[in-house]
């Protein structure tokens, strides 16, 4: 089974894709984690990029594009949980055409549903822990940068919600409660 996690900023997708990793021993598939993976090594694609990130606007889809194709080739079977990919119209396209390319459909689109103001709370508190754990929060989990990752999905990224839902693949889920009643959420949409 693949799916895919959508949802702003805040609204659980991370979360939720570990335990899926745990629990169905699916792959997770970030762009977010491999872009800060590419900084971290020091790459020239993660040079580029950082910039962009920070200030909590989207990366080019060339790139995003390019590194799920990597992921893809890399990889003999499904049961890929992306998350945080697509993010734009024409992502989704490319994801549709990568699938096919592979021998992979796509089964369900999650959509994680929050209210805006959850969704700011969780990420000033994730960033706080972060410091309180003796680490370093993400250099975009501050309000100046959320408020510009919020914008960019409504704009770019929830259009996908009219468009998965025209393919007939969209389930929407309550992400607003605790972590384990979402997963169970989840686990009833994907049943
Ligand atoms: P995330 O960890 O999913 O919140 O992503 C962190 C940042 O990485 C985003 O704010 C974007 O700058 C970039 N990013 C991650 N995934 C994508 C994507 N699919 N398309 C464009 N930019 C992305």
């Known amino acids: 089974m693949n799916i895919i996690l959508l949802g702003p900023p805040g609204a659980g997708k991370g979360t939720q894709a570990s335990r899926l990793v745990e629990e169905r021993n699916m792959i997770q598939l970030s762009t977010g984690d491999m872009l800060r993976a590419a900084r971290t090594s020091g790459t020239e694609m993660g040079k580029i990029v950082a910039d962009v990130m920070d200030r909590g606007e989207l990366v080019t889809d060339e790139i995003v594009i390019g590194l799920i194709r990597e992921k893809l080739e890399?990889?003999?079977?499904?049961?890929?949980?992306?998350?945080?990919?697509?993010?734009?119209?024409?992502?989704?396209?490319?994801l549709g055409d990568l699938?096919?390319?592979?021998?992979?459909?796509?089964?369900?689109?999650?959509?994680?549903?929050?209210?805006?103001?959850?969704?700011?709370?969780?990420?000033?508190?994730?960033?706080?822990?972060?410091?309180?754990?003796?680490?370093?929060?993400?250099?975009?989990?501050?309000?100046?940068?959320?408020?510009?990752?919020?914008?960019?999905?409504?704009?770019?990224?929830?259009?996908?919600?009219?468009?998965?839902?025209?393919?007939?693949n969209l389930k929407g889920v309550d992400g607003l409660g605790e972590i384990e009643a979402v997963s169970a959420d989840i686990a009833k949409a994907l049943s």
């Open 74 to 94: 890399g990889e003999k079977a499904g049961g890929f949980i992306f998350d945080g990919f697509p993010r734009t119209l024409a992502q989704a396209d490319a």
């Open 99 to 168: 699938l096919a390319e592979f021998g992979e459909t796509l089964n369900a689109v999650i959509e994680l549903q929050v209210n805006d103001e959850v969704l700011v709370e969780r990420i000033l508190n994730r960033a706080k822990e972060a410091v309180a754990a003796g680490g370093e929060a993400r250099a975009d989990d501050n309000e100046e940068s959320l408020r510009i990752r919020l914008m960019e999905y409504y704009k770019k990224t929830s259009p996908l919600i009219g468009y998965y839902h025209a393919k007939g």
